[in-house]
C-alpha cells in the first residue's frame, strides 16, 4: 500500500473585459456565485480542519504547521478558528437532531467529567447508545441537566454508575457492575466481609455467565439459560435479607438495597450491558483532550468542541466516513 503525493488544487478564474465601439461602454465577464473574494479555500479544508482538531488535538499552530509541511498551503490561525465556527454553524442542524433522537433509544447510557472553561469548573455529559452518542456541556451536574433533555421519565432502560442525579430519572435502572464490584472490593480489603465476597462473586458469576452465553443469549427459547438467571436472582434476593455486621458492608447494603433488581437487568435483556463502560469510552478522547490542549478558553469553544463531539461519535456508531460527513453533514444516517 502507497499513498501518493497529495498536493493542492488552485483554480485560476480570470475576469475578461471588453470595450464596445459602438458606445464606448467596458462590459466585464461575471465570475461564478462561489467565487466571493481574491483568493479563498475550497470546501474540503474545512473538514479537515475540525477532525485534525477534535479527534487528534491539535492546536490551531500545529494545524497550520501541518497544513504549510504537508500540502504547502500558508494559512493562519484566524482562518482556522473562522473554519471552526463554520463547521460548527453547518453541524448544528444534525447535532440538534441527534439531540432529538437520543430520547428514543431503547438502551442509553450515561455519565458525565469536568470540563474547564475559562479557569472554571463545569461539566460535559455524554448520552450514548449503540448507534448514537450526544454530548452537553452543562455548569451542572446535577438531575436538571437529564431532565432537561428527556424529561422526568425515560421509556427504556437507563445505564449508569450510581450517581445520584443519574438515578433519579423514572426508568428501569442496569448499575454499573464494574463500580460495583470495585466498591465491594474494598469492603473485602478492609473488613474481609462475607457478604461482600459472596455478592461479588455472585456478580462475576452471572457476567462470566452471559459472556459465555453471547449473542446466544435467549431467556425466551432455552430453558436452560432461564433456569440459571432465575437461580442468580434468586440468590441476590437471599443476599438482601439481612444487613452484615460489618460497617463498610452495611453501608454498601443499604446503598444497593434498593437498587437491587437493578443490579442484574442485563441478565433479563440480551441488548442491556453489565457496565458503562461505552459511556466512558466516549468521553475519554475528551479528557485526553483536555489534557492536550488544556481548558477551553470560552463558552463557545466549549460548546463547539461537544456539538464536533457528538457528530464525529456518531459517525464512529454508525461506522461511516468521518470527512464525508463533516463535508455534508445529510448523509449522516443512524436509523
Not at 466571493?36 to 479555500?41: D, G, N, S, Y
Not at 494559512?75 to 471552526?84: A, K, M, Y
Not at 474547564?116 to 451536574?141: H, I, M
Amino acid at each position: 500500500m502507497d499513498i501518493p503525493p497529495v498536493k493542492p488544487i488552485v483554480t485560476e478564474y480570470r475576469q475578461h473585459h471588453g470595450l464596445c465601439q459602438r458606445c464606448g461602454r467596458i462590459s466585464r465577464g461575471k465570475f461564478p456565485d462561489a467565487i466571493k473574494a481574491p483568493v479563498q479555500m475550497g470546501s474540503s479544508l474545512t473538514p479537515m480542519i475540525g477532525y485534525l482538531k477534535q479527534v487528534h488535538y491539535l492546536s490551531h499552530e500545529r494545524i497550520v504547521q501541518l497544513f504549510s509541511d504537508l500540502f504547502g498551503l500558508s494559512l493562519s490561525e484566524g482562518f482556522i478558528e473562522n473554519r471552526l465556527e463554520k463547521l460548527k454553524e453547518e453541524l448544528m442542524p444534525t447535532y440538534q437532531a441527534i439531540g432529538e433522537a437520543i430520547r428514543n433509544e431503547s438502551v442509553l447510557g450515561s455519565d458525565e467529567t469536568i470540563q474547564r472553561v475559562n479557569g472554571k469548573n463545569r461539566y460535559l455529559w455524554v448520552f450514548q447508545s449503540e448507534r448514537l452518542c450526544y454530548f452537553v456541556g452543562n455548569t451542572s451536574r446535577k438531575f436538571e441537566v437529564i431532565e432537561r433533555i428527556f424529561g422526568k421519565t425515560f421509556s427504556g432502560v437507563w445505564v449508569s454508575d450510581r450517581c445520584g442525579s443519574q438515578l433519579k430519572i423514572e426508568a428501569q435502572h442496569q448499575v454499573c457492575l464494574a463500580h460495583v464490584i470495585r466498591n465491594l472490593q474494598y469492603a473485602i480489603d478492609a473488613e474481609k466481609s462475607k457478604w461482600a465476597t459472596d455478592l461479588q462473586s455472585l456478580l462475576r458469576e452471572s457476567i462470566h455467565f452471559r459472556k459465555e452465553q453471547g449473542e446466544t443469549f435467549d431467556l425466551v427459547h432455552n430453558q436452560d439459560v432461564f433456569l440459571q438467571c432465575q437461580f442468580y436472582r434468586t440468590r441476590m434476593e437471599s443476599l438482601f435479607e439481612e444487613p452484615p455486621p460489618e460497617t463498610e458492608a452495611k453501608k454498601l447494603f443499604h446503598s444497593l438495597q434498593g437498587f437491587k433488581d437493578s443490579l442484574l437487568l442485563f441478565l433479563r435483556n440480551p441488548q442491556v450491558p453489565y457496565d458503562n463502560n461505552a459511556s466512558e469510552r466516549a468521553l475519554r478522547p475528551l479528557v485526553v483532550a483536555r489534557k492536550v490542549l488544556g481548558p477551553a478558553r470560552s463558552e463557545k469553544g466549549a460548546e463547539r468542541q461537544g456539538i464536533f463531539a457528538t457528530v464525529i461519535g456518531t459517525v464512529k456508531c454508525c461506522k461511516q466516513n468521518i470527512l464525508h460527513v463533516l463535508a455534508q453533514p445529510s448523509t449522516l444516517q443512524w436509523a
